[in-house]
């Protein structure tokens, strides 16, 4: 898989000015706080339309500010990890990830069920409410639902920002495993190098 991005979209503070290419494993984007970097994912998952610019995974056009191409966010598969899980707060863990297996649809060919529990340790939580899990918790099921929807790629918008210090080491273990076992590639957002300095293929600075 090969993503390339050439963007600019103007911001009342900013200017955000962006082009990177990247492949398969993990590529982490590093910079302070402020510097577009979620802005930048935002770009790729089709949530912010740039004022100028193109972006492709592999031989798909996404997004072309010139020829007026914008492939809405549902239809591009791509997975979304945000800092906050963003679960649904009525819906059982079971059900979370349900959900992301049902928005996978025709695709969802990826990884099945069985395989993400085991994999993020999932198993004696299914039956819990998101209220009732620890921030780390929380993360490995967004983890979980975003890869039952069978995306092509994940982007992780500071996954751990959320989750406590105590807790963060307790969820980097499923980040290697999700590196290590699944070929899938990912666009990891962080401030903090020591988060990505043995696990990203490569590293992009913004800002």
Same mark, same amino acid.
């Given at each position: 898989? #090969?993503?390339? %991005?050439?963007?600019? @979209?103007?911001?009342?503070?900013?200017?955000?000015? &962006?082009? +990177?290419?990247?492949?398969?494993?993990? #590529?982490?984007?590093?910079?302070?706080?402020?510097?577009?970097?979620?802005?930048?994912?935002?770009?790729?998952?089709? +949530?912010?339309?740039?004022?100028?610019?193109? &972006?492709?995974?592999?031989?798909?056009?996404? #997004?072309?500010?010139?020829?007026? &191409?914008? %492939?809405?966010?549902?239809?591009?598969?791509?997975?979304?990890?945000?800092?906050?899980?963003?679960?649904?707060? @009525? +819906? #059982?863990?079971?059900?979370?990830?349900?959900?992301?297996?049902?928005?996978?649809?025709?695709?969802?060919?990826?990884?099945?069920?069985?395989? &993400?529990?085991?994999?993020?340790?999932?198993?004696?939580?299914?039956?819990?409410?998101?209220?009732?899990?620890?921030?780390?918790?929380?993360?490995? %099921?967004?983890?979980?639902?975003?890869?039952?929807?069978?995306?092509?790629?994940? +982007?992780?918008?500071?996954?751990?920002?959320? %989750?406590?210090?105590?807790?963060?080491?307790?969820?980097?273990?499923?980040?290697?495993? $999700?590196?290590?076992?699944?070929?899938?590639?990912?666009?990891?957002?962080?401030?903090?190098?020591?988060?990505?300095?043995?696990?990203?293929?490569?590293? $992009?600075?913004?800002?």
């Amino acid at each position: 898989m #090969t993503l390339r %991005v050439a963007i600019r @979209h103007a911001f009342d503070r900013m200017t955000l000015d &962006v082009t +990177l290419e990247t492949g398969s494993g993990l #590529t982490a984007l590093l910079g302070p706080s402020g510097s577009g970097k979620t802005s930048t994912l935002n770009v790729i998952a089709g +949530l912010l339309r740039p004022d100028h610019g193109i &972006v492709t995974l592999d031989d798909e056009v996404l #997004t072309d500010t010139t020829r007026g &191409v914008f %492939v809405r966010p549902h239809q591009r598969r791509i997975g979304y990890v945000f800092q906050e899980s963003r679960l649904f707060p @009525h +819906l #059982t863990v079971k059900q979370n990830l349900g959900f992301g297996r049902w928005f996978g649809g025709a695709h969802a060919n990826g990884a099945g069920l069985d395989e &993400v529990v085991d994999l993020l340790a999932l198993a004696p939580l299914m039956h819990r409410h998101p209220s009732r899990l620890s921030g780390g918790e929380q993360q490995r %099921v967004a983890l979980g639902r975003a890869l039952l929807a069978a995306p092509r790629l994940l +982007l992780l918008d500071e996954p751990l920002g959320s %989750v406590d210090v105590r807790h963060r080491a307790d969820i980097l273990p499923y980040l290697d495993r $999700l590196i290590d076992d699944l070929a899938l590639p990912m666009i990891y957002v962080t401030h903090d190098r020591q988060e990505i300095e043995t696990r990203a293929a490569r590293v $992009l600075e913004i800002g």
